[in-house]
């Protein structure tokens, strides 16, 4: 069974709460329940985790380099932010795959760039709750 890293950055907890009109009524849990159907429908296995500490997230991102087949990852507000974390990204080498609720190209002119996107095999955007289906979809295809 392939085992995969989805990790929920910064805010994500609030989903459901947290501005409806952007981010919709769907909790966490509701989302991280789907995921979790979805690899049981493909023979593989999630470890989810969320964290509004960066350093958490990077933490879990380089243990899975030991035992994950590839992460799933909304990195939140540090997509505009972090370099550490897309550093982490680039050194496991793991495949990884970019997701966000709205479409961050849409909205604010700083969340315009993602300094995650470029280490990523791609990134999903605009699709809601479904942007993490369709990104956990895709890394089950890469093997």
Known sequence: MRK?????????????????????????DDINARLNELAGQRDAELTIKQSNHEGALIDAIQDARAWAAGILINPGGFTHTSVALRDAISAVALPTVEVHLS?????EEFR???????????TIAGFGWRS???GLAALLERD
Not at 6 to 13: A, D, E, R
Not at 112 to 122: K, L, N, Q, R
Request: proline share 5%; net charge positive.
């Open 4 to 28: 995969y890293l989805v990790l929920h950055g910064p805010n994500l907890n609030l989903l459901g709460l947290r501005e409806p009109a952007v981010y919709g009524r769907v909790t966490l």
């Open 103 to 107: 479409n961050i190209y849409a909205r």
């Open 112 to 122: 315009h760039h993602s300094f995650i996107s470029a280490v990523c095999a791609g």
């Open 132 to 134: 993490y289906l369709m």
